[in-house]
């Protein structure tokens, strides 16, 4: 089993992947668009982001659409392996995208943290459960 980070830990690394996000959007090279997360990870240079994103994982709140719950429901009720783990990867994934963009977006200190906080409450509440996915 994996350890949960402490508050302090979780908090260094959110600071620090919103560095390296601010340091890349500073560059002159934010006016690119990227297709996909993979593309954004492999461009950021020093492959720190890949390493920082991952670390921080566990602790990134889901980005649960209605479509998605939709397809989630019926492959439950289904009993469908396969696609609730295709769904699964997909919730993940959605929740690093836009975990990302809202970083990108937080503009003020209290949008940042508010990240921060919610972040810190996922944290909490495995912490508390000692689940950690």
């Known amino acids: 089993m ?5 508050e302090e830990d979780l908090t ?3 600071c620090d992947l919103k560095r390296v996000l601010e340091e890349f ?15 954004l990870l492999h ?6 982001l890949p390493v920082l994103l991952e670390r921080i994982a566990p602790y990134i709140p889901l980005a649960i659409t209605a479509p998605k719950l939709e397809q989630l429901m019926v492959a ?16 993940v994934y959605d929740s690093k995208i836009r975990f990302i963009n809202a970083v990108f977006m937080a503009q003020t200190d209290m949008a940042w943290e508010e990240i921060v906080e919610a972040c810190r409450a996922v944290r909490a509440y495995k912490s508390k459960s000692r689940i950690l996915v």
């Not at 994996?2 to 402490?6: A, F, K, P």
């Not at 959007?25 to 593309?39: P, R």
């Not at 439950?76 to 919730?91: K, P």
Request: aromatic share 4%.
């Open 2 to 6: 994996e350890t949960i980070l402490t």
């Open 25 to 39: 959007a500073s560059s002159a090279q934010k006016n690119i668009t990227f297709l996909n997360l993979e593309s």
């Open 12 to 14: 260094h690394a959110l």
């Open 76 to 91: 439950a009720a289904d009993n469908d392996e396969d696609a609730l783990h295709m769904l699964e990867d997909a919730f």
């Open 43 to 48: 461009h950021v240079d020093g492959g720190v």
